[in-house]
């Protein structure tokens, strides 16, 4: 029975339907800023596809898919070294599960809110749509914050986090990953702890070591997989990445293999980036800078600011979260690599960066765009790939780290870059051809928007009203 038949509501145009949802979402959800804008950039973009489809609306289907299948919100109890109750918050945001088991990240910082993994786990959902693997969309985390603490305290935080979080998961229920500040280490004491709560060795989580379950490929899948959406939307233009200029921002897990695969392509990077400030090397990070900054990141732990103080060709601007820009945005670059955190591109670094020339902006990092910025970057028609496709590539290699421990193998390096690359060239193929079907050729905020929507509507139409 197809669920129109359930409904008797009456349609109205499309227009007053999305603007109802959206006032109902922040009515609903307030004090949520993040979450009311990724929800307004994507209904805002479904118009055609819900007036070709009208019993998307009789279904209600927007209203579902805005409201979390589950939320999940607990506390974290810990000892620091110094033998304080530290006591945290845990979330775990279980969006949708109509095309596979929840599937998304953990993010430990202390910006971390319910609206922010809200905003996250509903971009999973279409992302994980895209990926073209049978993955639902989820999220989770905690405000507590890894800088500055011991690997113990770390750990200590990892293991009361998952005797809560365990009785939500399962290889075929949630299979959470990492985000920013849960990196191997933590995704390493979450495993362990999960494994000695449950007795059970499954693949519950993904980026785990690669003597334990791991994908070859996970840790560089994002950077990479934005790389590879950059020269897919450049050969539309009959352009390549070979001797651009190019911008990451951040330092982290995206940024740095994005740095690395743009050099595998024969790109130079002049800058990146991490909360504090921004370095400006003129002469480019070579694989050399580049093999400093992961053990400076990684191992040390370090700022950025130590790039310049070790390497003169560089420069160190500090950023001023006072300021209305970043002076990252304004290095004249040709291409755009956001990927530290969301909307750290607002409308005037992204009216800076078309002026001096930019042509691509691949976002590596979630909804790193405002509204305004995204709007600009469209209106000037420079290759803009949203985050939900261009970033999508960390987790469809999850998906991936998934396949190979259901089936008790290990793919080698190659396969797993192979079957990356070639997801990530049919999630442009679908965004692009997607746009150009539905009459905004070229728009791939729309492509994407339109092409991961209609697999989970269609899913849930299938499914009944659950
Ligand atoms: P990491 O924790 O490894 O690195 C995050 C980087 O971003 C750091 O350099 C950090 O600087 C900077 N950063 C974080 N928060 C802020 C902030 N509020 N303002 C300025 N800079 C900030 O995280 P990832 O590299 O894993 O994640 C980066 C982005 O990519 C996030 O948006 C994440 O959601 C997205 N993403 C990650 C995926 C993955 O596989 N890891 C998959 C898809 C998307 P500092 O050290 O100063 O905090």
């Not at 109890?77 to 969006?95: E, K, Y």
């Not at 075929?172 to 920013?180: K, R, S």
């Not at 310049?308 to 950023?319: C, G, L, R, S």
Request: with cysteine.
């Amino acid at each position: 029975m197809g669920i129109s038949t359930l409904s008797a509501a009456t349609t109205k145009g499309t227009a007053d339907y999305v603007n109802e949802v959206l006032t109902s979402v922040r009515a609903k959800n307030p004090a949520e800023p993040e979450f009311h804008q990724a929800v307004q950039e994507v209904l805002e973009s479904l118009g055609p596809a819900l007036s070709k489809h009208p019993e998307y609306q009789k279904a209600r289907i927007l209203e579902r898919m805005v409201e979390p299948e589950r939320v999940i919100m607990f506390r974290v109890p810990w000892v620091d070294d110094q033998g304080n109750v530290q006591v945290n918050r845990g979330f775990r945001i279980q969006m949708s599960s109509a095309i596979g088991p929840y599937k998304g990240g953990l993010r430990f910082h202390p910006s971390v809110n319910l609206g922010i993994l809200k905003f996250l786990a509903f971009e999973q959902v279409l992302k994980n749509s895209l990926t073209t693997l049978p993955m639902g969309g989820g999220k989770g985390g905690s405000d507590f914050d890894p800088k500055g603490k011991s690997d113990n305290e770390v750990m200590r935080f990892c293991q009361s986090f998952m005797t809560e979080l365990c009785r939500h998961i399962g290889p075929d229920t949630d299979v959470p990953a990492g985000d920013i500040g849960v990196g191997g280490r933590e995704i390493g004491f979450l495993f362990g702890q999960y494994k000695r709560l449950k007795n059970e060795f499954t693949g519950v989580l993904t980026g785990k070591g690669l003597n334990w379950g791991g994908s070859l490929i996970r840790p560089e899948a994002t950077g990479y997989g934005c790389v590879y959406f950059a020269s897919e939307m450049l050969k539309t233009r009959k352009e390549k990445l070979e001797g651009k200029l190019c911008l990451v921002s951040g330092s982290g897990n995206v940024s740095q293999y994005t740095i690395e695969k743009l050099l595998d392509f024969g790109a130079k990077v002049i800058a990146m980036s991490d909360s504090n400030g921004v370095i400006h090397d003129h002469e480019g990070i070579n694989r050399e800078k580049l093999a400093w900054v992961l053990e400076l990141k990684n191992v040390r732990r370090g700022r950025i600011k130590e790039y310049a103080d070790h390497f003169k060709t560089a420069k160190y601007m500090p950023v001023d979260p006072s300021k209305d820009f970043n002076p990252l945005w304004a290095i004249k670059a040709d291409c755009a690599f956001p990927s530290a955190t969301q909307n750290e591109i607002n409308a005037k670094d992204a009216a800076t960066l078309v002026m001096n020339g930019c042509k691509v902006v691949a976002e590596g990092a979630n909804m790193p765009s405002t509204l305004d910025a995204t709007k600009l970057f469209l209106e000037a028609k420079i290759l803009y790939g949203p985050a939900k496709a261009a970033n999508a590539g960390g987790v469809a290699t999850s998906g991936l780290e998934m396949s190979q421990n259901s089936m008790r193998l290990s793919w080698t390096r190659a396969e797993v870059d192979e079957r990356l690359h070639n997801i990530m060239i049919a999630i442009h193929k679908n965004s692009f051809e997607t746009a150009e079907k539905y009459g905004m050729p070229g728009n791939l905020v729309f492509g994407a928007n339109i092409a991961g929507f209609l697999k989970v509507a269609d899913s849930m139409l299938d499914q009944g009203l659950v």
